[in-house]
């Protein structure tokens, strides 16, 4: 049987937990077929390199995560049994990847010294309170773990549900929601008082 | 079969957790009445929903990487016009952070990676900003390059005579530069660039590819 043909019989039992869309593209990269595989490249590059710089916060990383992510998603494609989202599956890689590129730069994942204040001046195009939150909000994202900025960034950004996000990292259902609920405390107490400085 | 399952344990815990889903539309129907019925009965779960949706917007409302993106990129356009201006060339103050360089950088990996993949085309300034002199250049590029947003005007000139490069476009709405080189040198030339600390990324371009 050819690849196209098993991953068209995955899609008739998996059709719940991939999207049909999803399902047509893939069968044809488990066939080779690289023109669909360019799609599928271009289709996951933005939200992988967002999820990505999110979580590792070192940009000269992420393009090389982000390429072998997607080329294990190529070399590896038999290996998805469609049990979840290809988007799940996509995810899970992607972050395996970023943690072992992480503990192999064997440097703290946290900004101790975070410096992201912009300068004082004001844009004139821009309001200044909405500057200095969003700075303080992306300072405060930078002092959580990878592991919560993980958590918050597929919550908020990539919408994902938590037995989702349970799936991408690998870790029971009750720590996403411990993580999510540790990081929003953080995140609230920073913007706050930033809004209680600024209002 | 319609009934609502109770929560398991404190619903005021519960629905603290399960909250940012709820927002997301992303619990599925059971927790969703669960959540919902525990909080049209309390006041101060409903305070916590309101701050957790302005919470979720201000978080999804973070541009990517650039929260400190603004005032640098303020910074680097007004370096890199002070850079051609012939009257004004200084090197740029060192006022970039690594943090900051390092999330500019992000911004600007991002942005170029954006516009190389949606079109390609080098014939065509992607910028509407332009500080290289008003008359249009008929020069094909067939090297992108980014600088590192601190860079100085005497590095890129170093960089540039070293790998023979012409400067044909730039710096583009990523702060790309496009530039020229023999073609029979090109690859030398990439691989002298993407070499420097001076450069974050060094890319080839082929138009006639393109067309």
Redesign the interface.
């Known amino acids: 049987m050819s690849d196209g043909g098993v991953a068209h019989r995955q899609a008739g039992e998996i059709g719940v937990t991939a999207t049909p869309e999803d399902l047509r593209l893939f069968a044809r990269v488990r066939a080779r077929d690289r023109d669909a595989f360019e799609a599928l490249y271009r289709l996951y590059h933005p939200r992988l390199a967002r999820f990505l710089l999110n979580l590792l916060h070192r940009p000269q990383l992420v393009e090389e995560v982000l390429n072998d992510t997607l080329f294990v998603v190529w070399e590896r494609s038999d290996t998805f049994r469609g049990a979840s989202k290809l988007s799940t599956w996509i995810f899970a890689i992607a972050y395996r990847k970023a943690m072992k590129a992480l503990r192999r730069l064997d440097e703290p994942v946290e900004d101790a010294d975070v410096d992201l204040r912009p300068s004082n001046e004001a844009a004139p195009d821009e309001p200044l309170n909405q500057r200095r939150a969003q700075a303080a909000l992306l300072a405060a994202l930078a002092r959580l773990s990878a592991d919560h900025r993980a958590v918050v960034d597929l919550t908020y950004f990539h919408e994902m549900g938590y037995r989702e996000i349970a799936e991408i990292m690998n870790c029971p259902v009750d720590t996403v929601k411990t993580r999510m609920f540790h990081a929003r405390r953080h995140l609230r107490r920073i913007m706050d008082g930033e809004l209680a400085d600024w209002l | 079969m319609g009934r609502i399952l109770p929560f398991t344990g404190d619903p005021h815990r519960e629905t603290?957790?399960?909250m940012?889903?709820l927002v997301?539309?992303?619990?599925d129907p059971d927790e969703q009445a669960r959540v919902e019925a525990h909080l049209a009965a309390c006041q101060e779960c409903s305070r916590e929903l309101a701050?957790?949706r302005?919470?979720?917007g201000?978080?999804?409302?973070?541009?990517?990487?650039t929260?400190?993106g603004?005032?640098?990129m303020?910074?680097r356009l007004d370096a890199a016009a002070r850079q051609t201006s012939p009257t004004a060339l200084q090197p740029a103050r060192p006022?970039f952070?690594l943090?900051?360089i390092?999330?500019f950088?992000?911004a600007q990996?991002?942005l170029l990676?954006?516009a190389i993949?949606i079109t390609a085309r080098v014939a065509t300034p992607v910028a509407p900003y332009h500080a290289l002199g008003a008359a249009p250049s008929t020069a094909v590029g067939n090297v992108i390059v980014v600088f590192r947003p601190d860079v100085r005007e005497s590095e890129m000139r170093r960089l540039l005579k070293g790998s023979e490069a012409r400067l044909v476009d730039g710096p583009t709405a990523a702060n790309a530069y496009v530039l020229r080189v023999p073609q029979a040198e090109r690859a030398a030339a990439l691989s002298q660039l993407r070499n420097d600390a001076a450069v974050v990324l060094a890319e080839p371009l082929d138009a006639a590819a393109l067309q």
């Open positions: 603290r957790d399960l940012p889903w997301s539309g992303r619990l701050a957790e302005e919470l979720a201000a978080v999804a409302e973070l541009p990517i990487a929260g400190i603004w005032a640098a303020r910074d006022r952070t943090r900051q390092g999330l950088m992000a990996a991002a990676a954006a993949s």
